[in-house]
């Protein structure tokens, strides 16, 4: 079917915390075994549409995840923010890119982080929402028939008129975020109200339309994006134009004022989003004590207790009710049920503390000592331009293999003190050094001195290997696309 299908997988899920981290949030995880929550969604919506028909929205700093979980989605397609301004700017970016589609194309916009059992049934909702888009020119939701009172999530209204020939559309009669308990209690009861998925679809015209009328100076701030030419030209005015921009979502901005939403029930077999510890814990079968254990856990006179264990540790429990622990190699968390739902607080008071650093996954230049860091280097680091692998870190020399993604570049730099060289093992592009450029040809080597200033860009997917002298932090930065400070480790 003719359809393009958005998928946002920005931010980093900071109510997962300490699982899901800053530089390896949860939509790259294998949470529930297997693939990752992008892996998931992307091979569902690729049931009704072509990989050239997908798109990715995420943050410059995970363009090398998404791309080593999703090689089959053009590089092209992969769009970064270069900070997080919420859904609705994410959407409005989304449609920027797709500028020169017609007004009539059907975009499907997905979260990146629900749940969904049945591929059939999800096939069928969402072709039912494409028809609904086309036939009413109107805001689609998909929305899921509620089995709890949930206040973490927004409900929708059905109204009365419907679809002809689209059995269970209906109008939207309202929009309610995250109402109450009591409230929400009502909603279930009344049998007229569904939880909003955050699944959208609607046709560019339609979404363009909306944005322009209820938000117009996220329409106004991103004229620029959409004025651009594609490359390098619209990545600069999105680095430009996007850290302005209102940040307020879809459901707010648009959904709620809009005059023309839809609703199409969902046919799922099951949905959830796993955006917390609490809908972690409903993907787990429970024991007889209603305890939940993932990993080496083992617990005693212990009831309704979460364990996740992920840190290679045995972790044990002994005469507790209600709890969650998480284990993971450098933090571990212990709070009681009805605390989880705050650890965004946590994690605020962790930055106050001065313990930011546990926001974010181990790194070689967080480690206290030259030697400490070796155990912790052979590993992938994502970069805005692609990512960096860590093979050796000793007193005498530094070794990584560097991925330059296509269209991307490193920064113009040089070193005050490091001495580097540079082996190209595959793709193609060109190296500035001193004023000169040269064209990339593998296998190609080059000694970069103390001084020397130098700038990688790629044309096609770079690789090269790089070994230095230890001096990691030592990068002065003259010019940098994605906004970084001067001085990096």
């Keep these: 079917m003719s359809m393009t299908a958005v998928i946002m997988a ?36 690729s049931l009704l549409t072509s990989p050239d028909n997908v798109y990715v929205i995420t943050g410059s700093a995970y363009l090398g995840r998404v791309r080593a979980q999703l090689p089959w989605v053009p590089v092209a397609n992969v769009i970064c923010e270069p900070v997080g301004r919420d859904t609705a700017p994410c959407i409005a970016l989304a449609a920027a890119g797709l500028r020169d589609r ?33 036939t009413t020119g109107g805001l689609v939701t998909v929305g899921v028939m509620p089995t709890r009172p949930e206040t973490g999530y927004g409900y929708i209204e059905v109204g009365d008129q419907g679809v002809p020939g689209l059995e269970g559309v209906r109008k939207v009669e309202r929009f309610t975020e995250k109402p109450h308990l009591r409230r929400a209690t009502e909603y279930v009861a009344s049998g007229k109200h569904l939880w909003n998925s955050g699944i959208f ?14 938000l117009p100076e996220l329409s106004k701030g991103l004229r620029p994006v959409e004025q651009a030419t594609c490359g390098r030209e619209f990545e600069q005015a999105v ?24 609703v199409v029930p969902a046919s799922f077999k099951h949905w959830d989003d796993l955006g917390s510890w609490a809908a972690m814990e409903r993907t787990i079968s429970a024991d007889q004590n209603g305890n939940c254990l993932t990993g080496k856990a083992s617990v005693l006179n212990t009831r309704q207790t979460a364990v996740y264990s992920s840190g290679g540790r045995l972790v044990t429990v002994l005469d507790a009710r209600d709890m969650l622990i998480v284990d993971t190699a450098d933090v571990v968390l212990v709070a009681g049920k009805a605390a989880a739902s705050h650890v965004k607080q946590l994690l605020s008071h962790l930055q106050e503390e001065g313990l930011g650093e546990y926001l974010e ?13 070796v155990a912790a280097c ?25 991925q330059v993604m296509a269209g991307h570049s490193l920064s113009l730099q040089y070193h005050e003190r490091k001495r580097e060289t540079m082996l190209f093992l595959e793709g193609e592009g060109y190296l500035e050094v001193d004023k000169e450029t040269v064209n990339i ?10 001084g020397m200033v130098h700038r990688v860009s790629a044309s096609r997917d770079i690789t090269l290997l790089e070994v230095s002298t230890p001096e990691v932090e030592d990068v002065v930065r003259l010019e940098d696309r994605y906004g970084r400070s001067p001085r990096s480790s």
């Design 441 to 450: 040809r593998p296998p190609m080597a080059v000694d970069i001195k103390p």
């Design 10 to 45: 920005g931010g980093w899920g900071e109510r997962l915390w300490p699982l899901s981290r800053k530089d390896l949030p949860k939509q790259f995880l294998p949470l529930l075994g297997g693939s990752s929550p992008l892996q998931e969604t992307a091979r569902r919506i």
């Design 239 to 262: 680095a430009e134009c996007f850290p302005s921009l209102p940040k307020i979502s879809i459901d707010y901005g648009v959904m709620e004022k809009a005059h023309n939403a839809w």
């Design 378 to 402: 052979h590993k992938t680091v994502d970069k805005p331009w692609g990512r960096e692998i860590w093979w050796a870190l000793t007193d005498f020399y530094a070794g990584k293999i560097l």
């Design 102 to 134: 017609s007004p009539e194309t059907v975009m499907a916009v997905l979260p990146v982080d629900h749940l969904v059992i049945g591929d059939e049934e999800f096939r069928d909702t969402l072709e039912k929402a494409v028809a609904t888009a086309r």
């Design 201 to 214: 679809v609607w046709t560019l015209g339609a979404i363009r339309e909306a944005i322009a009328t209820h």
């Design 361 to 373: 996954t181990s790194s070689p230049s967080a480690t206290s000592t030259l030697w400490d860091s």
